[in-house]
């Protein structure tokens, strides 16, 4: 059986969607800063665009 590797951008989207459904970020509410998520998610700039894009 083969694994299906998830992009690190699609894991980092998953992490900003989850913090939405947990309720760590409320509707209305600003996403941290892309820099800010960098340091939070311990990614580059360029992988938190790719995911924010998605959002």
């Known amino acids: 059986m083969r694994k299906v590797m ?8 998953e992490q900003i969607k989850n913090m939405v459904k947990e309720g760590t970020y409320k509707k209305g509410d600003f996403l941290p800063s892309e ?6 998610l311990g ?3 360029v992988t938190v665009r ?3 894009e998605r959002v």
């Open 6 to 13: 998830m992009k690190l951008h699609e894991q980092v989207f």
């Open 43 to 45: 990614v580059s700039r």
């Open 35 to 40: 820099n800010e998520l960098v340091e939070m």
């Open 50 to 52: 790719q995911a924010l």
